[in-house]
């Protein structure tokens, strides 16, 4: 009688045993999951901010369209997406460490929607159409616009019937002499931009990118 008690004792004690081991394995079970969980978090933030940095960094950029100066083709408020890709100068730092420099590779092409930095108050995005490229002449006079390069050392009238209506005129009088990485820009509302003819010739270094969409509102939606 006194063994089959021992024995019993026993038993009990190593069902005691197992099911406190049963729970510590739980437990720990438990805690890896908890942290394989917390690291799975922290690959997909890592991974989301090496793709998406890159892409806001490098590729497109979101802008809204403030003002009347391009309409009738972009409207207040519109929302566009910019190809940044390699047409602005791009800087990469660490607090006040510069890690490394991205420069414009890409030249714009005239006709082209751009958003750049105002000359005058880098703070602030302006949209405007491209009319002169580097190392050309631009003359505004008589409500025309006259382009000298060295395929037309003559000199050609710039035919924007494509995106302004006839009945838009281009005040002012304005002799621009473009060297490398130099720009003249307007406003398509030519009656209502700020512009080249306000504050002079726009250099690639304020450059952010083109138009490659508009993707607000839907029933305007566009690829250019």
Do not use: C
């Not at 972009?74 to 602005?88: D, P, T, V």
């Not at 791009?90 to 750049?116: M, Y």
């Not at 005058?120 to 995005?125: A, I, T």
């Amino acid at each position: 009688m006194e063994k089959q008690e021992q024995n019993l004792e026993k038993l009990k004690s190593a069902t005691s045993e197992g099911m406190e081991n049963q729970e510590s394995d739980k437990k720990e079970r438990r805690q890896e999951k908890k942290t394989s969980f917390v690291f799975e978090i922290i690959k997909i933030v890592l991974m989301a901010f090496l793709i998406i940095f890159p892409i806001r960094t490098f590729v497109f950029q979101p802008f809204f369209v403030k003002g009347s100066s391009m309409e009738p083709n972009f409207l207040n408020g519109e929302y566009l997406i910019i190809n940044e890709l390699g047409y602005k100068k791009t800087v990469v730092a660490a607090g006040e460490k510069e890690i490394f420099t991205v420069d414009s590779f890409k030249e714009l092409e005239r006709g082209t929607p751009v958003v750049f930095r105002y000359p005058r108050n880098p703070e602030e995005f302006f949209i405007k159409r491209v009319i002169g490229l580097p190392n050309e002449r631009v003359l505004i006079k008589n409500k025309t616009i006259k382009i000298f390069n060295d395929e037309s050392p003559e000199g050609f009238l710039l035919d924007e019937r494509d995106y302004i209506p006839n009945h838009f005129e281009t005040r002012g009088e304005e002799d621009f002499v473009l060297e490398g990485g130099q720009y003249v820009v307007l406003g398509d509302n030519r009656s209502h931009s700020s512009d080249s003819r306000n504050w002079g010739i726009l250099s690639s270094d304020y450059i952010v990118g083109k138009v490659l969409l508009r993707a607000w509102p839907v029933d305007r939606f566009k690829l250019y």
